[in-house]
């Protein structure tokens, strides 16, 4: 039988192989008990590979809560059962997607998943009900397309985000597409953002005014600027640090009003160096990088991150980039016309709100509304082909979560506009206040209290069939909804915001909403709401009208929704909400306790515990359980008579594991094997750190046994003894670094950082 | 031909009695009752939002059901996910069981035509869209039929010649 492996390897680049090969194994170790279920989990983590609600093997039905009866009880991490069914995020960077690469999207949504694709509020795509069994062939088929899963979760730097209309927009800069997608390449896998405790996210904005990346809302966001320099425009960015929502939102800090382009990479590695080793580890709750640079200060940050960044090895790859910036352009398929001929019944109200005219004469953007982010696999393959027809390459995700067509030639937006109504994505209304922004809440978010998504579709439904009869103020307000505080809707930057949240009444679970009023999408997300109260589920749409109905009646001039909201005040506001925050007895309307789109009498019995912070896991038991791979794919090429390939893989393994104890002390180590045989003799072996309580100095001689004489000719006792000999030698190294971790040396110190 | 992912859309035989939503809590109470044999009933997820999208989905371990929209033609859809055990004839025979205990639950809600239905090869690696791996098909889908519905005659058709959709077989009785 053909396998995606087989069919896909020539097709794939090199190290994509390799990696889905490598996950393949640690899949295999998992199912044999070699593999710790912590490591595994956040190993999938940071290839994407996600769980989702109901997978500790309990769901309360309604009535009673049942024992989800798998066949096998294997874990795939603490309390997640290996076969219940999981989320697979994609990364895409800044949004930016071809049509082959939506095809596989779309044939990979029909035959892993359930036929639709979720596009993520950070522009990823998320397929859900995936069993993991299925995640390598997944991978392997996107990375023949050239797309990567690796670190859409976990620990990690996430998918870097840029604003859907950079390069087009009449407002930027400069185009940050190039700058956001060399970022991506440079800070995946790299070893300096592998030692987080909590996960990183970047976006880049074309310009401070719009919406647009929503920097301020980042871990680490730039903003295209300029400056001129001996009479030469030179291209900077705006950088700020410490942004992001959560519980409790930070404004990002301005960490350097100009950094020039050249600085960007180099800069963005020193962040992740810093955060690397002064960041939260143990708190997860505390380990965003925003709460360190609360704690340090901006200033003492700026100087811990310029202090890194003298100490780092120049890399080429820092400016490397910066010719492919000169030459960057995306080509049209057509030619520019201006709009003109007959134009289709319902297409004036489509245009007014989901197109963008270009600064390019005659090109425009199609904003594809997705009612809660969704489409399925056959609109995303028509809407391939749509753009095959139309644009070519230009097709992005949204932060809105909505697909983007840029290069439209005018002329061509009629047909494309009846295309589309054929095709059932033809509603009106991209960023209005029916364009409803959702997390997946309760529907498959393990931490999720309260249904955003049903409230969302509610809600949408409700505005839709009024849109346009809506005064211009409420109609283009925003609605944000996230199904618990951690603020995956981000509620919080919306003018209403809603997350989840849970009443007891009576005996009995209801679930509710906190209304967050005024945040500001606009200026790069910048400002954050006010909290204003706890409302039934059931009454929010009540609150909507209420407030929006308030504005329009009282507000005054051009006053903005937040300059009205803040001129009310809470107690105000609070007081017209007063008597929607109560609820009916069960006997008198038990619609109240159940939540939206989901008959079950409401629970929050099936809460789980998060993932998206992944396992707190140490570069060095990564290193080690990449090492405990390589010995275990040895003994299969052992097992099947290869033993060359069986004594390369043990060596392999030894070398990873002596690195993965090196860098606890020298990070910036070369890898080469000379070098780390050199270092791990200096550092372990002659101060006898390994041999001082676990014998590892004997194992430390199967290390130096391999380096310097390398076998001549490979027999099968040969190679079995270099096998075992490896997986000993492992086991002495976990041994030291379990041993140096409670005795509290094994982290590493700010001395020893870049210097041998 | 190696196919384990079948698929089995069974029409809806009056598509205006459809209530899409009705399906959420039809679908809710068999996870009540893990009504479905053979099945580890696991959830249940609205889609009605979505133009001729899956409609109401039922999550299974084994695969999934739902009241599926998809060309706007309102059915039940059973996809399966999980091996069978058996040759190809067995696995095709097991997922059509599956799909009409289904349409069976479902009596007294909604009625399914039997002389025209779909089947589903999920699968591009092993089944692409074309010719030779629709010939290699008919053989197992013929001996399926007859297996599950007796000798009732029926003409395969390939649904869709588009080789980037999956392999479809519209099934009609004569």
């Known amino acids: 039988m053909p396998t995606w492996k087989e069919k896909l390897s020539i097709t794939m680049e090199p190290q994509l192989v390799e990696e889905i090969d490598a996950f393949e194994s640690q899949i295999a170790l998992r199912r044999s008990g070699k593999l710790d279920e912590k490591i595994f989990a956040e190993t999938r983590l940071r290839r994407g590979v996600y769980g989702q609600r109901y997978d500790n093997g309990h769901r309360n039905d309604g009535v009673r809560t049942q024992e989800l009866n798998f066949s096998s009880d294997l874990t795939k991490g603490p309390d997640t059962l290996w076969d219940a069914p999981g989320m697979q995020r994609i990364k895409i960077p800044f949004g930016g997607v071809t049509p082959d690469q939506m095809d596989t999207l779309a044939d990979l949504a029909e035959e892993y998943s359930d036929s639709v694709l979720h596009v993520t509020t950070r522009q990823d795509f998320q397929l859900h009900y995936v069993h993991i069994d299925d995640t390598p062939n997944l991978m392997r088929r996107l990375a023949a397309v050239g797309i990567t899963t690796r670190e859409a979760c976990g620990n990690s730097v996430r998918n870097v985000t840029a604003c859907p209309l950079a390069g087009v927009c009449h407002g930027e800069v400069f185009d940050v597409t190039p700058y956001a997608r060399a970022t991506a390449k440079f800070l995946l896998g790299h070893p300096d953002a592998q030692g987080f405790g909590r996960k990183f996210k970047i976006a880049f904005s074309g310009c401070r005014e719009r919406a647009c990346g929503l920097v301020n809302m980042h871990d680490m966001g730039g903003i295209a600027v300029t400056r001129t320099e001996n009479g030469m425009e030179k291209r900077g960015f705006e950088l700020y640090v410490g942004g992001g929502l959560g519980a409790v939102p930070h404004d990002a800090k301005l960490f350097e009003p100009f950094l020039p382009e050249e600085e960007l990479l180099p800069t963005a590695q020193a962040v992740a160096r810093v955060f690397a080793r002064l960041g939260e580890k143990k708190n997860r709750a505390a380990a965003r990088i925003k709460f360190l640079v609360a704690k340090l200060g901006i200033e003492e940050f700026r100087r811990l991150v310029l202090e890194e960044r003298k100490t780092m090895v120049p890399d080429p790859r820092w400016t490397g980039y910066l010719p492919e910036v000169a030459e960057f352009k995306e080509n049209p398929l057509k030619e520019p016309v201006p709009l003109n001929g007959q134009r289709p019944e319902g297409f004036e109200k489509w245009y007014s709100t989901n197109v963008y005219r270009q600064k390019q004469a005659g090109y425009a953007v199609a904003t594809i509304t997705l009612p809660l982010g969704d489409l399925t696999s056959s609109q995303m393959r028509q809407l391939a082909d749509l753009?095959?027809?139309?644009?070519?390459?230009?097709?992005?995700?949204?932060?809105?979560?909505?697909?983007?067509?840029?290069?439209?030639?005018?002329?061509?937006?009629?047909?494309?506009?009846?295309?589309?109504?054929?095709?059932?994505?033809?509603?009106?209304?991209?960023?209005?206040?029916?364009?409803?922004?959702?997390?997946?809440?309760?529907?498959?978010?393990?931490?999720?209290?309260?249904?955003?998504?049903?409230?969302?579709?509610?809600?949408?439904?409700?505005?839709?069939?009024?849109?346009?009869?809506?005064?211009?103020?409420?109609?283009?307000?925003?609605?944000?909804?996230?199904?618990?505080?951690?603020?995956?809707?981000?509620?919080?930057?919306?003018?209403?915001?809603?997350?989840?949240?849970?009443?007891?009444?009576?005996?009995?679970?209801?679930?509710?909403?906190?209304?967050?009023?005024?945040?500001?999408?606009?200026?790069?997300?910048?400002?954050?709401?006010?909290?204003?109260?706890?409302?039934?589920?059931?009454?929010?749409?009540?609150?909507?009208e209420r407030i929006t109905g308030r504005y329009v009646r009282d507000r005054n001039g051009n006053e903005t929704f937040q300059e009205f909201i803040k001129r009310i005040g809470k107690q105000e506001l609070r007081g017209m909400l007063e008597n929607l925050m109560q609820v009916p007895a069960y006997e008198k309307d038990r619609s109240f306790y159940s939540d939206w789109g989901d008959p079950r009498e409401f629970t929050i019995g099936d809460l789980g515990m998060g993932e998206c912070a992944g396992e707190v896991v140490s570069a060095a038991q990564f290193d080690?359980?990449?090492?405990?791979?390589?010995?275990?794919?040895?003994?299969?090429?052992?097992?099947?008579?290869?033993?060359?390939q069986a004594d390369a893989l043990a060596y392999r393994a030894m070398i990873q594991a002596a690195l993965s104890l090196v860098k606890t002390q020298f990070q910036s180590v070369r890898n080469d094997s000379d070098t780390v045989v050199s270092e791990f003799r200096a550092r372990f072996y002659d101060t006898n750190i390994l041999g001082d309580r676990y014998a590892g100095n004997k194992f430390a001689q199967y290390l130096f046994r391999r380096h310097d004489s390398p076998p001549h000719e490979h027999t099968l006792d040969r190679a079995r003894r270099i096998v075992e000999e490896a997986q000993l030698f492992i086991e002495a190294v976990y041994a030291c670094h379990d041993s140096l971790t409670e005795r509290g040396s094994a982290p590493i110190s700010i001395k020893a950082v870049g210097k041998p | 031909m190696e196919v384990q992912r079948f698929g089995v859309k069974f029409f809806v035989a009056d598509p205006p009695s459809v209530r899409l939503h009705d399906f959420i809590q039809i679908f809710h109470g068999w996870i009540q009752k893990q009504t479905v044999e053979n099945h580890l009933l696991i959830d249940v997820h609205n889609y009605s939002h979505i133009h001729n999208g899956p409609g109401i989905l039922l999550v299974a371990h084994e695969g999934n059901?739902?009241?599926?929209?998809?060309?706007?033609?309102?059915?039940?859809?059973?996809?399966?996910?999980?091996?069978?055990?058996?040759?190809?004839?067995?696995?095709?025979?097991?997922?059509?069981?599956?799909?009409?205990?289904?349409?069976?639950?479902?009596?007294?809600?909604?009625?399914?035509?039997?002389?025209?239905?779909?089947?589903?090869?999920?699968?591009?690696?092993?089944?692409?869209?074309?010719?030779?791996?629709?010939?290699?098909?008919?053989?197992?889908?013929?001996?399926?039929?007859?297996?599950?519905?007796?000798?009732?005659?029926?003409?395969?058709?390939?649904?869709?010649?588009?080789?980037?959709?999956?392999?479809?077989?519209?099934?009609?009785?004569?």
């Open chain 1, 387 to 544: 753009a095959r027809s139309f644009t070519g390459d230009n097709v992005r995700t949204t932060v809105e979560q909505n697909i983007v067509l840029r290069w439209v030639s005018e002329a061509d937006l009629p047909e494309l506009y009846r295309e589309l109504v054929r095709m059932g994505l033809g509603e009106p209304g991209a960023g209005t206040i029916v364009d409803v922004t959702a997390c997946p809440g309760t529907d498959t978010c393990k931490l999720g209290i309260a249904s955003s998504r049903g409230l969302a579709a509610e809600i949408r439904t409700r505005l839709a069939a009024k849109l346009f009869t809506l005064d211009e103020a409420v109609k283009n307000l925003h609605i944000k909804i996230s199904g618990c505080f951690n603020s995956c809707g981000q509620h919080h930057i919306s003018d209403l915001g809603f997350y989840g949240t849970s009443r007891t009444i009576g005996n009995r679970k209801v679930p509710h909403f906190q209304v967050v009023l005024g945040g500001k999408w606009e200026d790069n997300a910048g400002a954050y709401g006010l909290a204003i109260g706890t409302v039934p589920s059931k009454s929010i749409p009540e609150v909507i």
């Open chain 1, 624 to 644: 080690l359980a990449d090492a405990e791979r390589l010995v275990f794919e040895g003994q299969l090429h052992l097992d099947s008579g290869d033993y060359a």
């Open chain 2, 65 to 174: 059901f739902s009241m599926d929209m998809a060309d706007g033609l309102p059915g039940l859809l059973y996809c399966r996910k999980t091996p069978t055990t058996g040759t190809p004839v067995d696995h095709l025979e097991t997922i059509l069981k599956s799909a009409l205990q289904a349409c069976n639950l479902l009596e007294g809600e909604v009625r399914f035509r039997m002389d025209d239905f779909l089947l589903l090869a999920n699968d591009r690696l092993n089944a692409p869209n074309d010719d030779e791996c629709f010939s290699q098909l008919k053989p197992i889908v013929s001996d399926a039929l007859e297996r599950v519905f007796g000798h009732t005659k029926y003409t395969l058709t390939r649904h869709s010649e588009n080789p980037k959709e999956r392999l479809v077989v519209r099934v009609a009785g004569n």
